[in-house]
């Protein structure tokens, strides 16, 4: 049954609305924001109806400026979880992002605390609470990210006292890693069976899905004798990939607009005779910010040659700017930026230009698409979707995509890119030289291939394959699931 056509509700839970709530004169406005979970369910929307609760980014206590928050986010079909601002930011910032994100992206030296961690439960029952009360039985409950792993747990032990059956699913966004890696979490045991309490879970890759079903097995003794599928506390688990993408004609479309086109021939004109390479990045260590700059330097090193005729235009979009860690990364990057410039710089110009803000999407779709090379690090990443958007932008040029092994996107587009090491300063300059000099043909080859499976995997079909699954374990609770 396609997801469209399905008579159940459905609630999408993240720990953020993909909105932003602001006071203006008194009275609250939301607007949609961005990020890389944005752009995934954006796409679905075109299909598929449903409600959105998350926290709206900001603390209301007074009763009357709640229901104004709820009014001003009524039009987008979103509902607010309220959260007060220290437990928001102890879980947000405290557990979520400074002791979670780091261990799903293999990063050590993360150092467990109690307080968060008691802040991070407590969120995710105020949202079992909040999703309880709006859920009818049979209603779909598609649940997102890391910042809510508890939350399927919580959410079934309050849906069956009430009498409601729903089926939970849960899509993780950050790779799950290897068991070794996640023994590192002390209370890794509450969240993974805090996940296995849905009946659907998804992730991004086939590799993060058997590092999960290998942890469930060594550390719950969870019996898998069926692929794909969790025994456990007697009830059966569906695991899956979903290969998450983006909306490609929501780009090609902005590119046909004469604004855009504008923009285009502006910058065409400004980087002639310079081969452009683009690097769009949330400022977080994952992406491998540090590791690109350096490797940009030694292919400068490298390439005498390519002095004043190579330029890197770098976005860098600012994150989690109250985490101390990600405020000193920044002052590395802008350091690192300096010390470039000061090094490879002529009177006429500098190679690298440092952004250290958001853009218009306009401007994005602009840059993505005059640029001959997009160049990503990451160290870890989840999937990567300005991957993506870089292929959708490039029906004219074929640009290369230059692309760390790293990212879950290299599972599926190696074929179509030029694959490193972003650890490797040598091999990522050897990837970067050899994307400016290929062919055409061989472009063209590339190119094919990764528009293929852009326009194949969009962001539509990643939610509606998940929302009939999950339909689908619905219907058949009690029976195996078939991938
Ligand atoms: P992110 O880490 O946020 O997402 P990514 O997948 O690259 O990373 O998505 C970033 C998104 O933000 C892109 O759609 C991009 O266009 C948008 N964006 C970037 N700069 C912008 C700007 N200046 N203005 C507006 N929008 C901007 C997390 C995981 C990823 C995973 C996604 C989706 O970390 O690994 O791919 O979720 O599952």
Known sequence: MPAGDTKRNLIIVSNRLPLSVKRVDGSFQSSISSGGLV???????????????????????????????????????????FLDSDLAH???????????????HYQSGVTFDDGPWQAYKRVNELFADEICQAAENGTLIWIHDYHLMLLPELLRARLQKQGKSCAIGFSLHTPFPAGDFWRNLPVRKHLIDGLLASDLLGFHTDEYKQNFIDTCAS??????????????????????????????????????????????????ERYKGVRVIVGVDRLDHIKGLTQKLKGFDAFLDDHPELRNKVVLIQVAVPSREDVKEYQELETELSTLAGKINGKH?????????YMH???????????????????????????????????????????????????????????????????????????????LHLDKDERRRKYEYLRDFVHKHTSARWGQTFIEKLNSRACNSTRPCCS
């Open 219 to 268: 550390l719950l003794g969870a019996r898998t004798e069926i692929p794909n599928q969790i025994q456990y506390k007697n009830r059966l688990v569906c695991i899956d990939q979903f290969i998450v993408g983006i909306d490609p004609l929501k780009f090609t479309d902005t590119l046909q607009n004469p604004d855009v086109k504008d923009r285009i021939q502006t910058l065409e």
């Open 39 to 81: 752009t995934a369910l954006s796409g679905l929307t075109k299909s598929t109806q449903f409600r959105w609760f998350g926290w709206p980014g900001l603390e209301v206590k007074d009763n009357e400026d709640r229901k104004d928050v709820c009014q001003s986010l009524e039009e987008h079909n979103a509902s607010p979880v």
């Open 357 to 435: 803000r958001s853009v218009p999407f306009t401007e994005l779709a602009a840059l993505y698409s005059i640029a001959d090379a997009c160049l990503l690090t990451s160290t870890r990443d989840g999937m990567n979707l300005v991957s993506f958007e870089y292929v959708a932008c490039q029906e004219k040029r074929h640009g290369v995509l230059v692309l760390s092994e790293f990212a879950g996107a290299a599972s599926f587009m190696r074929e179509g890119s030029i694959c490193f090491h972003p650890a490797n300063k040598t091999e990522m300059s050897e990837a970067l030289y050899a994307a």
């Open 90 to 104: 102890e879980h947000y910032n405290g557990f979520s992002n400074r002791i979670l994100w780091p261990i799903l």
């Open 345 to 353: 710089a002529t009177p006429e110009g500098t190679p690298l230009l």
